[in-house]
C-alpha cells in the first residue's frame, strides 16, 4: 500500500505541525483503572480531529487499554483529548514518535475538526498564530529541558 492510499483511507483530515505544538501528557487510565499519573512534554507534530502524532523520550507501550490525555493550547483554548497508542517508533536514540486515536466524544471532535481547518487556513495564508504554543527550536533540546 502506498503512502497515498493510505492517507485517503483515513477519516479526517491530517495537519502536520512545523514547528510542532508542544503539549502536556499523561495516563489516565490502565484496562478499567482510573490513575493519576505525573505530566510529560510532548511534541504533537500531526493533528487531526481524530488523533495525533507525538514525540517523546518515554518508551510507551502500544496498549488500547492504556488511556493518555493531551492537554494543549490550540487557538487560544485549553483542549484535553483522550486517546491511546496504535503505533510507534524509534526515530532516533531514545526519542520516539507515536501515533494516537482519539477516544472522544462528538462534541470534542466537532471542536477538532473547525480547529484543525483554521489552523490549516492560517497556515496557508501564512499568517502569524500566537494562539498555540508552537515549539520552533531544536527537538533534542526540547526533552533535555526539563522545566
Do not use: H, W
Not at 499519573?37 to 495525533?52: F, K, P, T, Y
Not at 502500544?62 to 490550540?74: A, P, T
Not at 485549553?78 to 497508542?85: S, T
Not at 496557508?124 to 527550536?137: A, K, L, P
Amino acid at each position: 500500500m502506498t503512502e497515498k492510499t493510505a492517507v485517503n483511507q483515513r477519516r479526517y483530515f491530517r495537519l502536520d505541525l512545523d514547528p510542532p505544538l508542544q503539549a502536556q501528557m499523561s495516563i489516565v487510565r490502565i484496562k478499567d483503572n482510573q490513575i493519576e499519573s505525573g505530566e510529560a512534554r510532548v511534541l504533537v507534530d500531526n493533528l487531526s480531529a481524530g488523533g495525533l502524532r507525538f514525540l517523546s523520550t518515554l518508551k510507551l507501550p502500544v496498549e488500547s487499554q492504556v488511556v493518555l490525555q493531551f492537554q494543549m493550547r490550540l487557538l487560544g483554548r485549553q483542549v484535553k483529548p483522550l486517546g491511546y497508542i496504535v503505533r510507534k517508533s524509534e526515530l532516533s536514540s531514545g526519542l520516539y514518535q507515536y501515533g494516537v486515536t482519539f477516544t472522544v466524544d462528538e462534541e470534542l471532535k466537532a471542536l477538532l475538526v473547525r480547529m484543525v481547518s483554521e489552523l490549516q487556513i492560517k497556515f496557508r495564508r501564512g499568517t502569524t498564530i500566537t494562539s498555540c504554543d508552537f515549539y520552533d527550536g531544536d527537538v533534542l533540546t526540547f526533552f533535555q529541558n526539563k522545566e
